[in-house]
């Protein structure tokens, strides 16, 4: 057959789940040692002569994607073709702001949307929460507060998830499964166990999925919770792109280089000061220029 397109929509190394414009989805496995796949990949698939099973043979160019450090201080793709990034904090238990605000940076510097989902909105808000729900706020992002028991706290985010295709990050503990089915209408923990489709058995904790949105307008890819993240290491001044708010005022620092941390005529750092640049968001900025500095030599860094 001639190679057709689809869309990965589970991936789990060389074996993959493919999806296609008809709503059918079919397990393939990715031809060849070099070529690899993520979640939310355009794909060429094709079946061989001798056997039923569909390869995928070529990755179409990635629109965006999504990335993160590995272990050894590398670049890994987690997601492509992704239009927007919904990073959920929790009010019980409290979310680390530091994760949410590196999720962030990812999006920003992997030309990515971004909006902020505050869940478990039944259980009470702390003066905490507010402050950092503030500072999203005055950096630009969109903020939803929701509550899985409350349909009517889900209806602004349905609104803002429509004709994207967006995924879910966070925490563990967030409450993203629970927000998954809430908005899919589904028990998405069913839709995972694919054993008879691989032959891998379930892997619910260690992959993304794609999910058509119910209006059929639009897409929502789920991931794994995690207890870290960072994105992949950047130069010392691409550090800076991750944070929107401080397009404001970069333009007016002194050098053209400033890194914001203890040059003269530093306008971010004036910013700060005026409380016009939330001071936490600010040491958010240093401690993950300070991370890209240890992950990788400069030399070595994009």
């Not at 057709?4 to 079919?26: A, H, M, P, Q, W």
């Not at 970069?250 to 001071?279: D, M, W, Y």
Request: with cysteine; glycine share 8%.
């Amino acid at each position: 057959m001639n190679p057709i397109i689809g869309r990965v929509v589970e991936c789990y190394g060389k074996r993959v789940v493919v999806g296609f414009t008809d709503g059918s989805r079919l397990a393939a496995e990715v031809f060849g040692k070099r070529l690899k796949v993520v979640c939310g990949d355009e794909v060429e698939v094709e079946s061989t002569q001798h056997t039923q099973t569909l390869q995928v043979v070529r990755a179409l160019a990635r629109k965006t994607h999504l990335t993160r450090s590995n272990t050894q201080g590398k670049a890994e793709v987690l997601a492509a073709n992704i239009s927007q990034l919904v990073v959920l904090m929790s009010a019980h238990p409290p979310s680390d702001p530091f994760i949410v605000d590196r999720y962030l940076a990812g999006a920003e510097l992997g030309g990515i949307k971004a909006l902020v989902v505050v869940t478990k909105q039944d259980l009470g808000t702390s003066s905490e929460l507010l402050e950092h729900i503030a500072a999203y706020k005055n950096s630009g992002y969109p903020v939803f507060s929701v509550s899985a028991n409350n349909p009517e706290t889900i209806t602004p985010l349905r609104t803002a998830l429509a004709g994207e295709i967006s995924m879910l990050v966070g925490e563990s503990g967030v409450g993203k499964s629970t927000l998954t089915n809430t908005l899919l209408g589904i028990n998405s923990q069913r839709i995972r166990e694919i054993s008879n489709a691989t032959g891998e058995g379930r892997h619910t904790t260690v992959s993304s999925v794609l999910f058509d949105l119910p209006t059929k307008d639009g897409s929502l890819m789920d991931s794994p919770g995690v207890r870290d993240y960072a994105p992949a290491p950047v130069s010392d001044l691409q550090v800076a792109f991750g944070w929107r708010e401080f397009a404001r005022y970069s333009n007016q620092c002194k050098f053209n280089n400033c890194l914001h941390v203890r040059e003269p005529g530093c306008a971010i750092q004036a910013a700060t000061e005026r409380n016009e640049i939330h001071p936490r968001r600010y040491e958010s900025y240093r401690r993950l220029l300070n991370l890209m500095r240890q992950l990788l030599p400069s030399y070595e860094r994009q």
